[in-house]
């Protein structure tokens, strides 16, 4: 298959090296710095699931420095959430007629902008549950693994079997992945899951595992979950579960334990003075609340919180 990987940091950069170490050709577009150091070192990737480091010639830093005669069978969007409509409108010119335009990213919203480019025939969800870290230019780590990735396209599409053959390739390259048909299921699962954690653990400054320790934190995980399920509820948006004490029950006794070491992509970015994606997670949960008229007070103090940060 010929694959690019748009917005290719530390999730993105996994992608690409698993997929162009299984014979792929992948094409990375990335930051300059980054860039650079994998076309002349190589990927560097290290942690739970070895140490290998693999050449990807294919790196650049815009999508006009790659061969307009490419035809792409997928382009996969691993920005930031805030980035997702410049960067669909950015490959928009380089989906075909069976390209597949998947997005591996946190929070809720980002297939519907990608679908307002590329269409929903294009678009497929997905949800990433295992963690990576970027430790300098040509190096990332993958530091913890709950479960496997899981693609679908979230309104039916004639190219299915495609995703589901994507999902096999990346299944065979060496991370754990599975096509389904509930995909925006398992998204408000993922969005669930980041907005119990990433803030508390950002603003606390602590892994995951710490937060289901402490009874206020617990508290805390409780009152934002509770929310979640009140604004999906008023807007009869399908979940996994019928009450949020059994998502809770899945939370703190399989998904934390699993994660318990990682600290979030949430964390790093206030540190390194960048914005976060909480608009796209607790955020969304108030402003799809706000729209139904059920209260957030925690996601919106949590949400705030955050900003306060940003802005320090």
């Known amino acids: 298959m010929n694959i690019l990987i748009f917005g290719a940091g530390a999730i993105g950069s996994v992608f690409g090296g698993y997929l162009n170490q299984a014979n792929h050709t992948v094409w990375l577009v990335g930051r300059r710095d980054h860039m650079m150091a994998v076309r002349e070192q190589g990927l560097l990737i290290t942690g739970i699931w070895g140490e290998k480091r693999i050449r990807l010639p294919h790196a650049v830093t815009q999508t006009s420095e790659i061969p307009r005669n490419i035809t792409f069978d997928a382009i996969i969007i691993s920005v930031k959430s805030y980035d997702t409509r410049e960067a669909a409108c950015q490959i928009a010119p380089l989906v075909k007629e069976e390209t597949l335009v998947v997005s591996l990213q946190n929070g809720i919203g980002n297939v519907e902008t990608i679908a307002d480019c590329a269409g929903w025939d294009h678009t497929v969800g997905g949800r990433v549950i295992f963690g990576v870290e970027f430790h300098a230019p040509g190096e990332v780590e993958v ?30 390259s060496g991370i754990p992945t599975k096509y389904t048909e509930e995909i925006s299921k398992y998204i408000w699962a993922k969005l669930l899951y980041n907005a119990a954690l990433n803030p508390l653990s950002s603003l606390l400054q602590v892994p995951y595992g710490y937060l289901a320790k402490r009874q ?20 009869e948006t399908p979940l996994f579960w019928e009450k949020d004490a059994d998502y809770m029950k899945v939370l703190t006794g399989r998904l934390i334990p699993a994660t318990a070491e990682h600290h979030p992509s949430m964390l790093q970015d206030i540190r390194k003075g960048k914005p976060t994606e909480i608009d796209a997670i607790n955020g969304a949960i108030v402003s799809l609340g706000k729209k139904s008229g059920v209260p957030t007070p925690v996601n919106e103090t949590i949400a705030n919180l955050i900003h306060a940060l940003e802005k320090r």
């Open 143 to 172: 530091t913890v693994y709950a479960e496997e990735v899981m693609l679908g396209h979230p309104k039916p599409s004639p190219l299915s079997e495609k995703t589901r053959s994507l999902a096999i390739e990346i299944d065979k």
């Open 216 to 235: 206020e934190t617990r508290l805390l995980m409780e009152q934002i979950v509770s929310e979640c399920f009140c604004v999906a509820n008023s807007h």
